[in-house]
């Protein structure tokens, strides 16, 4: 069974970046999409962004558009998906998820869900 582990969130000011991991172990994720998800304080999860298993398909939601980068690195040995946030804002506050299998945006698709990295934004 494959787990994925994130890590990097932390506590940022307005317009700060960071860049959130997502590691597989105990499995292989080489030919899976990826897909980071969000759940802020109070509120039901929601898609950030997706990637193919090749990186050659990626998509966003519309409110990180232009902000937030997902890569992957499916040459080390603990393949890892990445994500680039940049100029965040208070809104992007919450617990990041990452999980695989599908490119849905619809949460209800997976099964599977890590331990989430928490993000806070000051302002």
């Known amino acids: 069974q494959v787990q994925l582990t994130e890590s990097g969130g932390g506590l940022v000011q307005t317009g700060g970046s960071l860049r959130l991991s997502c590691v597989a172990s105990g499995g292989s994720i080489f030919y899976s999409s990826v897909v980071w998800f969000r759940q802020p304080p109070g509120m039901a999860r929601e898609y950030v962004a997706a990637?193919?298993?090749?990186?050659?398909?990626?998509?966003?939601s519309d409110s990180v558009k232009g902000r937030f980068t997902i890569s992957r690195d499916n040459a080390k040995s603990q393949e890892t998906v990445y994500l680039q946030m940049n100029n965040l804002k208070p809104e992007d506050t919450a617990v990041y998820y990452c999980?695989?299998?599908?490119?849905?945006?619809?949460?209800?698709?997976?099964?599977?869900w890590g331990q989430g990295t928490q993000v806070t934004v000051s302002s």
């Open positions: 999980t695989y299998g599908s490119t849905s945006t619809d949460p209800r698709h997976y099964s599977y």
């Open positions: 990637i193919g298993w090749d990186g050659s398909y990626t998509d966003y």
